[in-house]
C-alpha cells in the first residue's frame, strides 16, 4: 500500500510531517484527526505499539511544481524536512516532483485549472483539486492513502477547499473512482499555532526547514515583506 | 450554460440534441484529444457530426494526456471518468460565474456496471465537492440514465446516426467500424433492437 502525501514546504507540511513521524503509523489511524485538545501522551503510548511501516508499504511525498517562482526552496524545504523527520527511511526516489507539463489533466486547453489560458500566472485554480488529480494522474490510480498538509484555518472563508467538509468530499469522490483508499488531512482540525508549537516540541529547527515565501529575491532568500513572510515569523515567534 | 463531452458516440449526439430541447442552444460540445493513435480518423469523425448537428462553431478541443502515458500494469485508467468531468466542470467553472449543466450520455447499461464512478451517487457528490471548495453550482446530469442504449436511439432516430462514432479502435481499421470490437457490438445490438436500419459500414458484420 502507498502513502502519498502532498508536500508544499510549508508550515502546514512541516506540522503534519511532524506528526506523521512522531504519533502516526500508517496502520489504522488513517481517520484519526486530533483537535486542540488532543492527548499527546495517548497518541505517543498508541504508537509505542504501532511504530513503523507495515511489511511492503511505501511511503511517497509528492511535490507538484505549477511554475511557482519559490517551486526551487519549497522543493528543498520538502526534502528537508523529510530528511529530518523520517531520518533514513527516506530516500531520494521517496520525494518526487511532478511537473504540471508531466500531468496535463492539470492544464487542459492551456490553463483551464491555472489562472489564464496561456498567463504567466502561476496561480493554482481549484489549488487542492488539481494537486490530487496530478497525484492519482502521477501515481496512475495507485496511491493507496493520501494525505494533505493543511491545518484549521480560523479565518476561513466558505467556499474553501482547504475546509474538513471539503476534505471529506473529496475522500469519498476518489474512493468511488477507484484512485484512493482515503484521503484525509490529519491535522485539519487543529488550529496552526497549536500544530507548530507540538511540531516545535518535537523539531527545534522546524522553521530554518521550512518555507513560506512565494516571491523570493534573485539570491534565493525570503523577501520578509509578504503576508506569508509576516505569518512565518508571527509564528516563529509565537510557537 | 449546458456543457456536454462529446465522443461522437450516438448518446453524445442525442445528448446535443436533448440540450435543443430543454432550451440549451448554446450547449457546449467539448471534445476531449487524449493523443490516442486512432484519433486522427475519430476526430474527423466526429467533427463530421458535430457540423451535420450546427455544433462544431461552438465546439471546444481539450487537450489531455495520452491514455497510454495514464494507464496502469492492468491496462486501465483508474478515475478517467472523474478526471473527464474535472476537466469539464473546471471549464464551465472558468466561462460562469454559477451554475452550468455537465451532461453526461450513460443509459441503463452503465448502471449494471460494477463501478462506483458511473452511478448517480459519484456525480451528485462531485458536483457537491465542486461547490463546497469552489462555490459555483456546477451539476452534472444524466438524462438517459432510465432508458437503454437503444431506447435512445430509437427516441432519437433522426439524428445523422451515420456520422456518429463507436468503434474503438478506429483508425486502426481506416475510418469504417470494425464490427468485432464491444463499442460496436453495443453499436449494433443498439440499431436491431431499436427496429432501425443500421447505416453503419462495418468491415465485418457484429454477431447478432
Known sequence: ?239 | MVVVPYSGGMESMALLAYAQTIGSMDAIPLVFNDNETETPNRRSAVIAGLIEMGFYNQTVFMDLPNNDLLQNAKGTIPGYKMMMCVAAMSYAHSRVENNAWILLGHTLENSEQPWEDQKPEFFTRLSDLWRVGYGSNIRIGNPFYGKYKHEVLSEYRTLPHHLSVSCDSLTLMGTDHCGTCEGCTHRSAAFRLAGIDDPTEYRHRPLP
Open chain 1, 1 to 239: 500500500m502507498n502513502h502519498v502525501i502532498l508536500c508544499g514546504g510549508g508550515l502546514d507540511t512541516a506540522a503534519t510531517l511532524a506528526w506523521l513521524s512522531k504519533v502516526w503509523t500508517f496502520e489504522a489511524t488513517v481517520h484519526d484527526t486530533p483537535t486542540n485538545d488532543f492527548d499527546e501522551s495517548r497518541y505517543l503510548q498508541w504508537n509505542i505499539h504501532h511504530n513503523g511501516f507495515l511489511p511492503g508499504d511505501q511511503l511517497l511525498l509528492l511535490f507538484v511544481d505549477y511554475g511557482q517562482v519559490s517551486s526551487a526552496m519549497e522543493y528543498d524545504a520538502v526534502w528537508n524536512l523529510s530528511r529530518v523527520m523520517f531520518g533514513s527511511t527516506i530516500m531520494p526516489t521517496h520525494v518526487q516532483r511532478i511537473h504540471t507539463r508531466d500531468v496535463k489533466i492539470l492544464n487542459p486547453d492551456g490553463g483551464m485549472l491555472f489562472g489564464t489560458a496561456g498567463s504567466t500566472s502561476s496561480k493554482l485554480r481549484a489549488r487542492n483539486l488539481a494537486l490530487a488529480m496530478a497525484a492519482a494522474a502521477h501515481m496512475k490510480g495507485d496511491i493507496g492513502h493520501l494525505y494533505f498538509c493543511m491545518t484549521a484555518e480560523l479565518d476561513i472563508e466558505m467556499p474553501s477547499d482547504t475546509s474538513p467538509h471539503f476534505i471529506q468530499s473529496l475522500n469519498s469522490t476518489f474512493i468511488m473512482s477507484e484512485l484512493a483508499a482515503s484521503v484525509t488531512s490529519p491535522l485539519i482540525n487543529m488550529d496552526k499555532d497549536v500544530a507548530l508549537r507540538m511540531a516545535r516540541a518535537w523539531y527545534p529547527d522546524l522553521f530554518d526547514l521550512a518555507w513560506s515565501c512565494w516571491t523570493p529575491n534573485a539570491q534565493g532568500k525570503a523577501c520578509g515583506v509578504c503576508r506569508h513572510c509576516v505569518r512565518f515569523e508571527k509564528f516563529r515567534g509565537e510557537c
